[in-house]
Each structure stands twice: as C-alpha cells, then as structure tokens.
C-alpha cells in the first residue's frame, strides 16, 4: 500500500486540482462589463449545449442584477463588454430587454435577472430550428423538395466546446463534405426555382467552390473568412446563394473544391467542408 500511495500520489494531486478547477469554473472565460473604463460587474461564462439557428455559435444567457442591468441601460453607448479583458460590441438601447454580444464562438444575451425565462423562450425557438439540417421558408417548399448525398457524412452536433470527445469539441450541427468534389441529389416533386443557400466551415480560408449541374447563378458572400476552431482544427466560414432551374425528378449539383484536406492516414476521408445548414427559398 505505501508503495502505491508513493507512485500515484502525485496523480491524487494533480485529480483533486483538476476538480477544484472543474467546481470553481476556473477554466471558463471571464466576461466583465464595463462603462467607460470601470468594470460594474464580473462573472464567468457557463458553457451551454445550445446553439443557435445556424449551428456555428453557443447561445449563452449572461444575467446581471436589475440595477446593473439599469445602469446598462442608462448608459448604452458606453456599455461594452469584455471577455478575458478582449472587448466585444454590446448592441442594444434603451427599452430593449437584452443586449446581444457576438464572439466567433458564442452569441451572449445580458440580461437582467429577473428576464431569464423570456429569454430562454427565445432560445428555445431558435433551438427548434435546428431540428432540420435543410431549412426552408415555408412547409410547402420543404415538401417539394428532397436533398440527399453519398458524399456527405451523417449529422452531427452541436457540441460544447468541453466535449469529452476533442476531436469534436465546438462543432455546430452539420456534416463533413469530402474532397475533390460533392454530388447533392435533389428531388423535386415540380418544376419550380429555388434559391439554395449553403452555409459551411471550409478547411482552407482560399478554398473556392464550383458548381455544375442546374446553378444558373452563384454568388459567394463575402464573409471575410473567419476563423473558427472546432476540434483543434481551424475553419472558415463561407457562404454561397446557389439560383437553380429545379425540373420535375432527379437533378443534380455537384461542388468542386480547390482545396481539400489530404488524409492524415490510409482509409481516412479527404474532408473539404462542415455543412452546417441548407437553407432553401423561392
């Protein structure tokens, strides 16, 4: 037993700090919110597990005092707030009853503490949206029109950013796309034309796609590629409107990518893009 103890205390240890870490929330970003230059109130940020429309950011609800929130208010074009001391746009004014911070990786809503469960309302229907890898505008389209691949892998996510799995640590809901290129089906129970929205991490800031099959115009968005880390891995958003002539049946649209990553191992997939949703209008 000595000899035991001997070996693995250090182990006991280095457990019991890591646990005190994990109760006291040591790990979690500091969010402080200023006016001016004086810091009125601090407190750090709770991973949440849920994400907004778009898979890409954890929504967090951040609640302050009433009178803090007041004084916010009051003074809405001095409020800001920081996250570990880096400080994020605060929008929102007098008479709203949260302010919205936007980071690469969190939507924050400060609100007062007594509006906690309007606002978690608000979570919930946007929550809902998620449900649906393709979204559409209206159930009339949804049902009209099916998209199917056998070059995508099957959704997954969202996943907080302490996922016991690393390699999947931050993801929104989505799905891997690989490399050189994607076929997408898409049945159409109609001739109609539709505006195909595709929103998706990219493994390359320089990767450009090409389409061939239905596209009749394509516009890619600018969305200043930024940067965000899911799984230790950096990715980027890009955007593209697709405009397709939708015939009665199977048609066909097929992504080419300039970029791909080549597999790190034998057997292992050459990824190109996170799909994370979509999104489908008339």
């Keep these: 037993m000595a000899v035991f103890l ?36 601090q407190q750090r940020l709770k991973t949440s597990g849920i994400f907004d429309a778009t898979g890409t950011r954890q929504l967090v609800i951040l609640p302050v005092p009433g009178d803090i929130f007041r004084k916010i208010e009051a003074s ?9 001391q880096q400080d994020v746009p605060l929008s929102g004014s007098t008479g709203h009853s949260a302010f919205l911070a936007v980071t690469k990786d969190r939507k924050i809503y400060l609100v007062s503490d007594d509006s906690v469960k309007p606002m978690m309302t608000i ?9 649906n890898f393709v979204q559409c505008k209206n159930r009339e389209l949804c049902s009209s029109v099916r998209i199917s691949s056998r070059d995508w892998g099957p959704v997954e996510g969202p996943y907080s950013d302490t996922d016991i799995s690393a390699d999947r640590r931050g993801a929104p809901r989505g799905r891997w796309v690989r490399g050189p290129k994607t076929l997408l089906n898409i049945q159409s129970r ?5 505006a195909l929205q595709l929103n998706m991490l990219a493994v390359d800031q320089d990767q450009e796609i090409t389409f061939r099959g239905g ?9 200043k590629p930024a940067p965000v880390t899911v799984g230790g891995r950096t990715l980027y958003l890009a955007v593209y409107i697709v405009l397709l002539d939708l015939q009665p049946g199977n048609n066909s649209l097929e992504l080419n990518y300039s970029v791909w990553d080549k597999p790190a191992s034998k ?8 799909i994370t949703t979509i999104g489908l209008d008339r």
């Design 6 to 41: 001997l070996k693995n205390g250090p182990k006991a240890t280095t457990l019991a700090t890591h646990w005190s870490d994990i109760r006291s929330g040591s790990a979690a970003p500091v969010a402080s919110v200023k006016l001016g230059d004086y810091t009125i109130y």
């Design 215 to 223: 596209a009749y115009q394509v516009r890619k968005l600018d969305t």
């Design 267 to 274: 057997g292992a997939n050459p990824l190109a893009a996170y």
């Design 190 to 194: 109609a001739r109609q034309k539709v």
């Design 76 to 84: 809405a074009t001095t409020a800001r707030l920081s996250i570990n």
């Design 123 to 131: 979570i919930w229907n946007e929550q809902r949206q998620l449900n």
